[in-house]
């Protein structure tokens, strides 16, 4: 008579991991995005929270001064006496501020704030989407957006529907002194980069903050998705000169303000109430001035094609 094997039985695998302890990440988003325009603007500190513009009055360009050559030595020296007059009601830009208030449960962030600290994951999570409102804001907003403060004569439209080096070129012609970089959704760069390509001439990369960038002529062309694409597919380019001293655009902030844990950005703690609800205030205070009229120009109808939802696929 022959014996059965013996049955071998271990320890199983599922009751084995109520041992283990899982290693955690911290939670992810994927809304997070590089913010490129908030780095390549350059930022001036206000005040007070407000910033004159003060401007010369001006036609066509050109300012109602008269300035004559000198004369020859056998004529009177006789010289025009003139003045450069300034606009008497000049813009001012009042900071914005970009809120939000934190809510958490004090027995939540006394019993599970290990390994991660409960209020500080979500105020990092807060701060982030905060930051990702600021550049919505700068291109976006009715009162300072670069958008809305393009002065008409910089508005051109595509003369194909395409993003394509003539437009490009056009900017240019739009904001030629020392123009410092483009402004596009992703899918705008790509659509651009599919016409380059299908007339021969790629555009190169140039790498800034350790991060690969194409240009034109010379000029990044630096992606945001905060340019909207619309229902029927269209978008806008930007083409910006930056800088005071290139009286071009420039991003506003206020240092020093209370609380502050990064430049013009505030956390403060509004208390705790009855139902044990620890509550703190998120600010960015924030806004942004074109100089002058020539310094910001704008693509308009740029095409990228309606997305599909198979991959890949655009009409």
Request: hydrophobic letters at 40%; one cysteine or more.
């Amino acid at each position: 008579m022959t014996e059965e094997p013996a049955i071998r039985r271990t320890l199983n695998e599922a009751a084995a991991r109520q041992l283990a302890n899982a290693t955690k990440t911290r939670a992810q988003w994927s809304g997070i995005t590089p913010r490129w325009l908030v780095s390549f603007l350059p930022w001036t500190p206000v005040e007070a929270g407000i910033y004159r513009l003060n401007r010369v009055k001006e036609a066509n360009g050109e300012i109602a001064a008269d300035v004559e050559c000198s004369p020859r030595r056998d004529q009177d020296p006789d010289l025009p006496e003139t003045f450069v007059d300034y606009d008497e009601a000049p813009r001012e830009y009042s900071l914005n501020a970009v809120t939000t208030i934190l809510d958490v449960q004090t027995r939540v962030s006394d019993l599970y704030s290990h390994p991660y600290d409960q209020i500080q994951e979500q105020l990092r999570l807060l701060i982030e989407k905060v930051k990702e409102k600021q550049e919505a804001e700068l291109i976006n907003n009715a009162e300072y957006g670069l958008l809305t403060n393009a002065a008409p004569s910089q508005k051109i439209a595509t003369r194909t529907g395409a993003p394509t080096p003539d437009d490009l070129d056009e900017l240019i012609t739009k904001v030629w002194k020392e123009p410092a970089f483009f402004l596009a959704h992703p899918r705008a760069i790509a659509a651009f980069g599919r016409e380059c390509t299908r007339r021969g001439v790629p555009p190169p990369t140039v790498t800034l903050f350790g991060t690969p960038f194409l240009t034109w002529r010379g000029l990044p062309l630096v992606p945001s998705d905060k340019l909207y694409v619309d229902e029927n597919g269209k978008t806008n380019i930007l083409l910006l000169r930056t800088g005071e001293k290139k009286q071009g655009v420039i991003g506003l902030f206020q240092p020093g303000v209370p609380g502050e844990v990064a430049p013009s950005l505030s956390v403060r703690f509004m208390g705790i109430n009855r139902k044990a609800i620890a509550s703190y205030l998120v600010s960015l205070y924030c806004s942004a001035a074109v100089l002058t009229h020539d310094a910001l120009a704008v693509l308009t109808d740029v095409e990228v094609g309606k997305y599909h939802a198979y991959p890949d696929t655009y009409a």
